[in-house]
């Protein structure tokens, strides 16, 4: 069993619409991050979010923390062929240590 | 910074075989991790180093896997014997604290 649910699994949609994609536990987190990794790459660094409750906007990506940081959602406006990846939710908890573990990911294909 | 450096970036071996992969991380970070991907698995972190010392090994599959950290800008990950279940996409991870990882570009090793 996964300590962080990604949903869905898979998402494929045409370039200029919006989703969300989520990210669920059933722990409390310290701090959560998501990242992009695009294929033959290591994963990149999008945001940490660190206050229950918490939203941060990166260009067309609004990320939300939910208020008692157990769950986080990425929401991309107006999707791009360039947004395409395999988007992770990670996160530190205090009964894991607080090591960064990952969720399984978000698939994202965005068609021209 | 030229971020965290990894080698080889590809490894073909020999089930039997010993392998050794490489990691340099970002100067002045204080955590190395090590990380494996699977897609069956995801992202799984095998053991992580706090300035130089190991402080959990708990991920690392089986006696067959070690890792060291001579100093603080290099460390590697060593399977001996490999066996062809170990074939993945090994990343090692750097971070000032441990909540933040800045990947390397990954070692796809193949056991055949």
């Known amino acids: 069993t996964q300590l962080l649910e990604q949903s869905p699994q898979f998402l494929s949609i045409q370039e200029g619409e919006n989703l969300t994609v989520y990210c669920n536990s059933s722990?409390?987190?310290?701090?959560l991050q998501w990242y992009r990794q695009e294929p033959g790459e290591g994963p990149v660094l999008l945001v940490t979010?660190?206050?229950?409750?918490e939203v941060k906007k990166l260009k067309r990506l609004t990320f939300q923390f939910g208020d008692a940081r157990k769950d986080s959602s990425l929401h991309i406006t107006a999707a791009q062929t360039g947004d395409t990846g395999l988007y992770l939710c990670?996160?530190?908890?205090?009964?894991?240590?607080?090591?960064?573990?990952f969720g399984a990911g978000t698939i994202l294909r965005v068609k021209s | 910074d030229a971020g965290v450096i990894q080698s080889p970036r590809h490894e073909v071996t020999e089930m039997g075989q010993e392998v050794t992969l490489r990691c340099k991380p970002i100067?002045?970070?204080?955590?190395l991790f090590w990380y494996r991907q699977t897609m069956m698995r995801g992202l799984e972190l095998l053991i992580y180093?706090?300035?130089?010392?190991?402080?959990?090994d708990s991920g690392m599959p089986e006696d067959r896997f070690s890792a060291k950290m001579p100093n603080a800008s290099f460390s590697t990950l060593k399977i001996q014997p490999s066996e062809p279940r170990d074939s993945a996409v090994y990343f090692c991870?750097?971070?000032?604290?441990?909540?933040?990882?800045?990947f390397g570009q990954g070692t796809r090793l193949t056991v055949v």
């Open positions: 991870a750097s971070s000032k604290g441990a909540r933040i990882a800045f």
């Open positions: 722990s409390v987190f310290s701090s």
């Open positions: 979010v660190v206050t229950g409750g």
């Open positions: 990670a996160g530190a908890a205090m009964e894991y240590g607080n090591k960064l573990v």
């Open positions: 100067s002045g970070h204080d955590y």
């Open positions: 180093f706090n300035n130089n010392v190991p402080i959990d």
